[in-house]
């Protein structure tokens, strides 16, 4: 059976912060899944050996168009959340049918940084919120 194509598309991001559902967005950028290395030389001129490391996992960012209706006033609550607000972003694949296609991964984390759109009065790039959250060292 081939495999089943992806595309940046096709994905579904949902965040809550303490509890509070604050639905789908577009974006999403780094999350990623690392380690730290540990490498030991044995004596006698012997090949390296791989200890393994810590796992660690990188800031995630998400974003969306900012809807004045639904995002502008759960800006100041966001805000006063920065630092300790508790987040829970989940990414789970779909088909090319916008159905689900597996189970997601779920980050959970600190939102450190709440960052409302720029503002240019002769612009008119889409406005974008976006959330970014210190990650806890495992997904689920």
Same mark, same amino acid.
């Given at each position: %059976? =081939?495999?089943?194509?992806?595309?940046? /598309?096709?994905?579904?991001?949902?965040?809550?912060?303490?509890?509070?559902?604050?639905?789908?967005?577009?974006?999403?950028?780094?999350?990623?899944?690392? +380690?730290?290395?540990?490498? @030991? !030389?044995?004596?006698? %001129?012997?090949?390296? &050996? +791989? $200890?393994?490391?810590?796992?660690? &996992?990188?800031?995630? #960012?998400?974003?969306? @168009?900012?809807? #004045?209706?639904?995002?502008? =006033?759960?800006?100041?609550?966001?805000?006063? !959340?920065?630092?300790?607000?508790?987040?829970?972003?989940? &990414? #789970?694949?779909?088909? $090319?049918?916008?159905?689900?296609?597996? *189970? =997601?991964?779920? @980050?959970?984390?600190?939102?450190?940084?709440?960052?409302?759109?720029?503002? /240019?009065?002769?612009? #008119?790039?889409?406005?974008?919120?976006?959330? *970014?959250?210190?990650?806890?060292?495992?997904?689920?």
């Amino acid at each position: %059976m =081939p495999p089943a194509p992806t595309r940046e /598309d096709t994905w579904l991001i949902t965040c809550s912060v303490d509890g509070r559902d604050l639905g789908v967005f577009d974006t999403a950028s780094g999350g990623e899944i690392d +380690s730290e290395e540990a490498k @030991y !030389r044995p004596g006698g %001129m012997a090949a390296e &050996i +791989s $200890l393994g490391g810590s796992r660690t &996992i990188g800031n995630l #960012t998400i974003g969306r @168009y900012l809807d #004045t209706l639904r995002d502008w =006033p759960a800006i100041k609550w966001l805000a006063n !959340r920065t630092g300790s607000g508790r987040g829970s972003i989940g &990414i #789970t694949p779909l088909t $090319l049918n916008g159905e689900r296609a597996g *189970e =997601p991964l779920v @980050y959970g984390g600190t939102l450190k940084t709440v960052t409302t759109p720029d503002i /240019d009065s002769t612009g #008119t790039d889409a406005a974008i919120l976006e959330l *970014e959250f210190t990650c806890d060292g495992a997904v689920a």
